[in-house]
Each structure stands twice: as structure tokens, then as C-alpha cells.
């Protein structure tokens, strides 16, 4: 069965659930998050997709990220998500949200009312090849540095949730 997601309004309450596909076809607001995982010398791990995704394949970006189940908070969907793409699992504390629209090339739009969640962790993660192809880890502004000369390299979502986490977070 087709994963579901939680279709939301500006202020975060949920109003319904749709198939993703279908929601990212009719580009329609939904709860989602990303997670950033930072070590103790300050790097952000960092995860490239897998070539088999359906949208934006072998696109270098944050930890993980994805779409809470019903009755899923966004921390226990960021730590289920966490375990199933990089293979570990660590506590995240959510903290900023915000809502961003990015449309791709084939069709598809994320309109998502993104959780950003943060946690730490210092050692390898075991990643799973079907999710992930590569990772490594980089510091934020390395990361801001390659954005800028190679922006193709990197998914839509990042680009602009990296920004609001430099900002607002780190406060770069």
C-alpha cells in the first residue's frame, strides 16, 4: 500500500491524508521534516540519494528526511527514518518549522511544512543501499561553499532548508 501523508494548513493542522505520489502531483501542503545530524567537531552528516529514488537521485542532502505517519509524532517518524535510511538512531529534538514549495522537473512538487530536527552523533552510519548511495560528513561552511558553485549537485529542499538552518540555527 502507498505510503500516506498527512496534508496539513499553514498552522500545522492536519486537515486529511493522501497517497505522496498524489500529493506531490497536485502539489498539495503536507507535514514532513529533516533531519541534520551534527558530530562533535561541528560537521553535518551529510547523505547522497540513491540512484533508484523517483525524484532527485544521486543528489547529495541532509541526513534523512521524509513524511510522518498518522499518529507518528515528526520526532519518532525522523528516528524511524533515521534507523531505516543511515542505520542508526539517536535523540532529536525539532527545532524550527516552516513552510517551503519546490517543484521538479518531472511533474512532482514538495509543498511541505518541514520540521527541521537536530540530533548528534559521532560515529559511521551504517547506510541502506536502496535509500542511500554515499555519505560523508562536511562542515556548514564547506557545505554553503559547494552550494554556491555547484547547486546542481544538490536537492531543491536542501538548498533551501540548508539556508533557514545556517540562519537559524547555527546562525551563520
Known amino acids: 500500500m502507498e505510503e500516506q501523508v498527512i496534508l496539513v494548513n499553514e498552522h500545522d493542522t492536519p486537515i486529511g491524508l493522501m497517497g505522496k505520489l498524489e500529493a506531490h502531483q497536485k502539489a498539495l501542503l503536507h507535514r514532513a521534516f529533516s533531519v541534520f545530524i551534527l558530530n562533535d567537531k561541528g560537521e553535518i552528516m551529510l547523505q547522497q540519494r540513491a540512484a533508484s529514488k523517483y525524484h532527485s537521485?544521486?543528489?547529495w542532502t541532509n541526513t534523512c528526511c521524509s513524511h510522518p505517519r498518522q499518529g507518528e509524532t515528526t520526532i519518532e517518524a525522523g528516528r524511524r527514518r533515521l534507523q531505516e535510511e543511515m542505520g542508526f538512531v539517536t535523540e532529536l529534538t525539532d527545532i524550527l518549522s516552516f513552510i517551503y514549495k519546490a517543484p521538479f522537473d518531472n511533474g512532482l512538487t514538495e509543498h511541505e511544512l518541514d520540521h527541521i530536527l537536530?540530533?548528534?552523533y559521532n560515529a559511521s552510519p551504517t547506510i541502506n543501499p536502496e535509500e542511500?548511495?554515499?555519505w560523508r560528513w562536511e562542515?556548514?561552511?564547506k557545505i554553503k561553499e559547494d552550494i554556491a558553485?555547484?547547486?546542481h549537485r544538490y536537492t531543491e529542499w536542501f538548498k533551501i532548508i540548508f539556508d533557514k538552518f545556517l540562519h537559524q540555527v547555527l546562525k551563520g
Do not use: F
Request: glycine residues 6%; hydrophobic residues 35%; negative net charge.
Open 118 to 120: 537536530i540530533g548528534y
Open 149 to 151: 558553485k555547484h547547486p
Open 139 to 141: 562542515l556548514p561552511e
Open 132 to 134: 542511500v548511495a554515499d
Open 57 to 59: 537521485p544521486n543528489l
